[in-house]
């Protein structure tokens, strides 16, 4: 069984009558990666305040690790990072400067704090940069520095909290990149809040679809779509060499399979299930040559629509 470190029970929220979280549950397991997914406004900053003890419940309760984030909030933070949307830094140290003296807020000094802070500079890809002011770094090279001063401290949990806003795409990747190596790598738990869907289906392990303070489903991708689009059909491509009625009629006989039709050299099938091992072996034993094959995957772009569609929650 998975061990949860983060337990998320009936946590509410309310500001001025406004409910901004509302009876949220949720388990996150150690050394997953998990994403927190929804619109701008939804909430999601508000739960990691809470999370970080930094803003207090109306309702529930949040365990890190056994620690009460209400009542332990300096035992949550010791064992958390946190990277917000926007560092700072002061920008007339470098890099280095930068990171020793967070290695000392966190009683980490001399020797260690200097080896530890050359390490993560190297491991974020800032070692070139590492004697340069901070304040003619790049939004990519902060956040990577973000990065590298949020694990100096060796916490177990990082808390990202739409951390590629403003970086260029290749930045992002390879910010993406760095965080699930450092996961697997290390065995950091990472709880990842965007609104940004390819970001979070490129690395989460599982995912959680929030909005207007509620968490709509959650789950592994994969699982999540299998759920929703069961019976739902999938279109199967296929460019064969020699397209035959005698083909056409075999694949129609496969199980799962609704309608077969074709243009040039392409096959398109409607099936309510995967069946492309099945359709290989019907083209090849008819004689045809199989140049390529694919199918229609659900992912979290449906997944999503499928809840937000034209602004309807779908519960």
């Not at 929804?38 to 803003?55: Q, R």
């Not at 990277?83 to 009683?107: C, H, I, K, S």
Request: glycine share 10%; charged share 30%; hydrophobic share 35%.
């Amino acid at each position: 069984m998975p061990e949860p470190i983060i337990e998320i029970k009936d946590l509410t929220k309310d500001y001025e009558g406004k409910r901004a979280v509302d009876h949220l549950n949720l388990n996150i397991n150690k050394g997953e990666i998990f994403g927190l997914l929804g619109p701008n406004g939804a909430g999601k900053t508000t739960v990691i305040l809470m999370l970080l003890g930094l803003s207090e419940p109306t309702g529930g309760s949040i365990k890190i690790s056994g620690y009460d984030s209400t009542t332990e909030p300096l035992k949550v933070k010791k064992i958390t990072g946190y990277l917000p949307d926007q560092v700072g830094f002061y920008e007339n140290r470098t890099g280095l400067e930068n990171l020793l003296y967070t290695a000392r807020l966190n009683g980490i000094s001399g020797k260690r704090a200097y080896e530890s802070a050359e390490k993560l500079l190297d491991i974020v890809g800032l070692r070139e940069a590492k004697y340069k002011k901070t304040g003619i770094y790049s939004k990519g090279m902060k956040q990577r520095l973000g990065l590298a001063d949020v694990l100096i401290k060796e916490p177990e949990i990082i808390i990202l909290d739409e951390p590629t806003i403003g970086i260029d795409p290749k930045g992002i990747n390879e910010f993406l990149d760095l965080i699930r190596k450092l996961s697997k790598d290390k065995g950091i738990t990472v709880l990842l809040s965007s609104h940004l869907l390819h970001q979070v289906q490129k690395i989460c392990d599982r995912v959680g679809l929030f909005v207007d303070g509620r968490l709509l489903a959650e789950g592994n991708i994969d699982e999540m779509a299998e759920k929703l689009f069961n019976n739902k059909e999938i279109a199967i491509k296929a460019q064969v060499s020699n397209i035959t009625q005698d083909l056409i009629d075999d694949l129609k006989k496969i199980e799962g399979i609704r309608k077969v039709s074709y243009s040039g050299d392409w096959l398109i099938i409607k099936s309510i299930e995967n069946v492309t091992p099945a359709i290989a072996k019907s083209i090849i034993a008819k004689g045809g040559s199989l140049y390529q094959l694919s199918y229609e995957k659900y992912g979290l772009d449906e997944i999503y629509q499928y809840y937000f569609e034209g602004g309807v929650r779908h519960d």
